[in-house]
């Protein structure tokens, strides 16, 4: 029986002194609490008995990109992609980049000998017994002017303008590759991209009609006859800058190149003579092109000689040598109601401009 503060039933089980704890023996640590899951039954759980007590949440993903990361990833590459675009596309482009360029307008006129053209072995004697006796030596010959700002240019572009001339003055006349190797590539890099069609369809179809000869763009040699006996061609010229208007710069240049050669076949001991380019260059540049550093050559006027005037000396120059004379041709025909056509030009060599013997 039980004592008399004790109840009917007996001690509560769990209260002190009340009947075998079978937990008394058991120590929950802090490690065993944080590892314990809470299970809470639903209503729908507690009518049914054998319902599992707690509905499991699926595992959380890992190691892919949240719908967050994606979005954020999708954000930038627009962004870039529209910074790429509108960089390509420069909207701040001046208007009159878009306009087409003005075509080239060249005038090629070989100049041919009254006579034999002089020549000897020795290159030094030829050059100072002929008007290029002071002329300067390769890219010394074409040093750049004093320049000043214009109303709407400023000096450096005034600079920029003169040093780009002067750099399609030394790949189109003075670059070797050019001039024997048939390079083209250094001289179209500098065009204005609105005169790539009419220079490429100049070397693809080369014509003597004022717009397709590629000795306007360029000073080149047949390989097969010729090749130069030094390659320090002897320059003297001018350059001005001028400021065409509010947009445009222009640049003239008047140069004279004499170019020592001999025959392609013949070796170093073989005479060798004299052969004179004189061109006559405009460029215009508007603020694009100052930026770019290329030009767009207008007008070329190219005297050469010594040169027959019965060969072709649109496409490439075919000088004559130590010795040889000019054939004697009779003028070309023209016909002035033609059209697309320019006249075939030729004068006589001046025997004060052939070095002396």
């Known amino acids: 029986m039980g004592g008399p503060s004790d109840p009917p039933e007996g001690t509560p089980e769990g209260a002190p002194g009340g009947g075998e704890d079978e937990y008394r023996s058991v120590v929950f640590d802090e490690s065993f609490v944080r590892a314990a899951r809470l299970q809470e039954y639903s209503a729908e759980q507690r009518i049914t008995d054998h319902a599992p007590a707690v509905r499991r949440r699926p595992p959380r993903r890992r190691g892919g990109l949240t719908r967050q990361a994606l979005v954020l990833v999708l954000l930038i590459a627009v962004a870039f992609g529209t910074a790429v ?12 980049a878009d306009e087409p360029a003005e075509p080239l307008r060249m005038t090629v006129i070989p100049l041919a000998p009254r006579g034999e053209v002089p020549g000897t072995a020795d290159v030094e004697r030829l050059y100072a017994h002929s008007p290029a006796a002071r002329f300067r030596p390769g890219a010394e010959g074409v040093p750049l002017p004093a320049s000043r700002r214009t109303a709407h240019f400023s ?15 030394v790949r189109s006349a003075l670059d070797p590759g050019v001039l024997t190797g048939g390079e083209t590539r250094p001289v179209r890099a500098l065009l204005d991209p609105g005169q790539l069609d009419q220079f490429d369809r100049s070397l693809d179809r080369p014509a003597a009609d004022g717009r397709h000869a590629p000795t ?33 710069l222009e640049v003239t240049t008047d140069h004279t190149f004499v170019y020592a050669l001999r025959p392609a076949d013949a070796g170093p001991d073989a005479e060798a003579s004299l052969f004179t380019v004189r061109r006559e260059l405009r460029f215009r540049f508007d603020r694009d092109d100052l930026r770019l550093r290329q030009a767009e050559l207008v007008v070329a006027q190219v005297q050469a000689g010594p040169l027959s005037c019965a060969e072709d000396s649109a496409a490439r120059l075919r000088p004559l040598l ?15 109601y033609a059209t697309g056509s320019a006249p075939a030009l030729c004068g006589a060599l001046a025997p004060g401009a052939q070095p002396t013997p």
Do not use: C
């Open 85 to 96: 675009y509108m960089g390509l596309r420069h909207p701040y482009r001046n208007p009159a």
């Open 216 to 248: 306007g763009w360029l000073v080149r040699f047949d390989p097969a006859r010729v090749r130069l006996a030094d390659r320090e061609i002897r320059v003297q010229g001018t350059m001005q800058a001028t400021e065409n208007d509010s947009s445009t």
């Open 155 to 169: 000096d450096g572009q005034v600079v920029t303008a003169l040093l780009t001339a002067k750099d399609y003055l």
């Open 322 to 336: 130590a010795g040889q004379k000019a054939k004697e041709t009779t003028p070309t025909v023209t016909d002035p």
